[in-house]
Nanobody, 128 residues
Framework: QLHLVESGGGLVQPGGSLRLSCAAS????????IGWFRQAPGKEREPVSF????????YYADSVKGRFTISRDNAKNTIFLQMNNLKPEDTAVYYC?????????????????????WGPGTQVTVSS
């Protein structure tokens, strides 16, 4: 079974940067799509960025385009989320999850219902 653990969260000032890591064990990520999601207090969980390891395609929510970058390190079986120019509205718990049967259309539309194996999350707080 796929097991995911997030790390790299913390407190950062507006305009700052963080790099989140999603370390996988149990299965290689080659055939998975991995998604980063976030949930702010009082709000629903929302998709942030997906990477489909079948074809290396990458997708971003409009709110993070141009600021966040998703990448992978196959040797480390790890997915990263580089977050630049952070804003207070980026404050949330960030989670990664995997989709073992990624449909290209579903992934491109950033539909999150097929994702599972959720990690425990890592807190990101953007505040001065």
């Amino acid at each position: 079974q796929l097991h995911l653990v997030e790390s790299g969260g913390g407190l950062v000032q507006p305009g700052g940067s963080l790099r989140l890591s999603c370390a996988a064990s149990g299965f290689p990520l080659d055939y998975y799509a991995i998604g980063w999601f976030r949930q702010a207090p009082g709000k629903e969980r929302e998709p942030v960025s997906f990477i489909n390891n079948l074809d290396a395609s990458k997708y971003y929510a409009d709110s993070v385009k141009g600021r966040f970058t998703i990448s992978r390190d196959n040797a480390k079986n790890t997915i990263f989320l580089q977050m630049n120019n952070l804003k207070p509205e980026d404050t949330a718990v960030y989670y990664c999850a995997g989709d073992p049967n990624p449909d290209p259309v579903r992934i491109a539309q950033m539909q999150g219902w097929s994702f599972g194996s959720w990690g425990p999350g890592t807190q990101v707080t953007v505040s001065s």
